[in-house]
């Protein structure tokens, strides 16, 4: 019953099983859509395909009334019963009872086990035992497999993000390196053109806004190549409060200009990790210079630093109090070129996306727009083993 | 400074003739190639003080080349021109014997500064 590679067969067994048990006519296994939040058939044994086509049954049907879990309804008077949706088609398909059994972890209603009986009958309390215990693990089961492709969706997003990252990588080195090229050619006319007009006039200055523009294009396809390089992090172990500390020392008077201030609150049992002490401060600055971004004048920029013993990482949330980001953007915001600046790059947290997954560690956000933006940087803590190797 | 022979060896027609352009206005005779092979024959024929080599040739790597100059013609200078610039690549260049190292795109100003360090300095 727990084998998970297969959630059908196991619901095939549980409706054919639950129909022999109680001598039943057919059994009927919906399962709770959340998407659609409507509980759809899953499985289904004797019971004919007419009755089975015969529509969609509410949730609030299923669910009103509905006994305990861990309880069985049994519903002997077809034509009234509230629960019974299509009682014509139930009473012509010769049923006469039914036995309705929440399939639920906790007090959460996940699916319905509705047994169909051609006769009314007392059932002994082993045939009720048994449907119960069927549709206690049954629930455990669809649980469990809700987990597990839960889990396997996640890891399917990451790895496509892994893979959409690298591949833009390599994608952009190859344009970076033939634009380069052209550019050339446009600064070195530009440039020497320059000096051939008159000084002051109109065509010198077109020129300088070429010359200005194809060097900022240039800036543009440095930060790209940093970003496709994948360059190895060089770990050393560091206390990551002290990275912090130091990047707010280099954007401390950025902040002091804007009227912007920084709030620290850096956890005092913090332990020393594996990391890139440069690289994970390009992480914090990037990071901090968005919030900074982000709010108005006068706003605030918390940073924090915890330890997560039983999950053995250590967290930094860089948080401020700006305006937030729309439900659209958080879903582009580690995309290379995706910038809501005028004259961003678009290359800041996608650089520190790849820095931080070179770690190892994780990069999040979260955000309500209006009321600020929090991103939350996870590196992984050493583990055990080689604590012991480095006390020795 | 006195002037130069120079020759230029880059696959775009544009770097050549740019760098054609700034460097003749500077009184250096400027000759180009675009490919490796026609650059190591033009520099067996005539004889050139500096060489502009772009790092990534359609049939040979700039890097070959540099290796070759360096062991066959020793006092021949070679400035690097290379459009993914990278300290790695950089580092590399100087330790085959390059002279300086131009990252593109760079201004007539630059490529002339250049050129004239490297005579300076010798």
Redesign the interface.
């Known amino acids: 019953m727990h084998s998970l590679t297969n959630l059908q067969n196991v619901l095939d067994v549980v409706v054919t099983k639950s129909t022999q048990a109680v001598n039943a006519k057919g059994t009927l296994l919906r399962i709770l859509n959340k998407e659609t939040n409507r509980f759809e058939v899953r499985a289904a044994a004797g019971l004919g395909e007419r009755y089975l086509s015969k529509g969609p049954v509410s949730t609030e049907k299923i669910l009103s009334t509905l006994s305990k879990p861990g309880e069985v309804y049994i519903i002997t008077d077809i034509w009234n019963a509230p629960r019974v949706e299509y009682p014509q088609q139930t009473w012509d398909e010769g049923i006469r009872m039914l036995l309705d059994v929440p399939l639920a972890v906790g007090e959460q209603v996940t699916g319905l086990l509705r047994i169909y009986l051609t006769e009314q009958r007392e059932l002994s309390t082993d045939e009720l035992d048994f449907i119960k215990t069927v549709a206690m693990q049954c629930a455990c089961v669809i649980e469990r497999v809700g987990l597990i492709q839960k889990q396997q969706s996640r890891f399917d997003y990451l790895a496509s993000q892994v893979e959409k990252g690298s591949s833009l990588g390599r994608m952009a080195a190859g344009i970076a390196h033939e634009i380069n090229n052209p550019l050339a050619g446009i600064l070195l006319y530009s440039s020497n053109m320059c000096k051939k007009v008159p000084k002051g006039g109109p065509l010198e200055e077109c020129l300088k806004i070429i010359m200005k523009e194809t060097q900022r294009c240039k800036s543009i396809i440095q930060g790209l190549l940093d970003f496709a390089r994948e360059q190895e992090p060089e770990m050393a172990l560091v206390n990551v409060n002290d990275v912090i500390n130091s990047a707010v020392g280099i954007v401390e008077n950025e902040f002091h200009l804007r009227h912007v201030r920084i709030q620290k609150e850096l956890a005092e049992d913090m332990v020393e990790v594996l990391l890139d002490k440069n690289q994970i401060e390009q992480v914090f600055i990037n990071l901090l210079l968005n919030s900074l971004h982000a709010v108005d004048d006068k706003g605030l920029v918390t940073v924090k630093s915890t330890v997560d013993e039983e999950n053995r990482k250590i967290q930094v949330e860089v948080a401020d109090n700006g305006c937030g980001i729309s439900k659209e953007n958080m879903e582009k915001i580690f995309e290379p070129f995706f910038s809501t600046k005028a004259t961003g790059t678009g290359l800041g947290l996608a650089v520190s996306y790849g820095i931080v997954a070179n770690h190892k560690g994780d990069i999040r956000v979260s955000s309500e727009p209006g009321r600020g933006a929090c991103f939350i940087v996870e590196l992984p803590m050493l583990p055990f083993e080689s604590l012991d190797k480095e006390r020795i | 400074m006195k002037p130069l022979n120079v020759l230029v060896i880059d696959n775009?027609d544009?770097?050549c003739t740019?760098?054609h352009?700034?460097l003749t206005?500077k009184g250096h005779a400027v000759d180009y190639c675009k490919t490796g092979k026609s650059g190591l024959l033009a520099m067996a024929r005539s004889k050139y003080d500096l060489v502009l080599l772009d790092m990534?040739l359609p049939d040979m790597d700039g890097m070959d080349i540099l290796r070759s100059l360096k062991d066959e013609m020793p006092p021949l200078r070679v400035i690097v021109?290379t459009?993914?610039?990278?300290l790695s690549n950089a580092v590399q260049a100087m330790k085959l014997g390059a002279a300086d190292y131009l990252?593109?795109?760079?201004?007539?100003?630059e490529?002339v500064q250049a050129v004239e360090k490297v005579f300076e300095v010798n």
């Open positions: 775009e544009v770097i740019a760098c352009l700034v206005e990534k021109m459009g993914y610039s990278t990252s593109k795109p760079f201004t007539d100003d490529l």
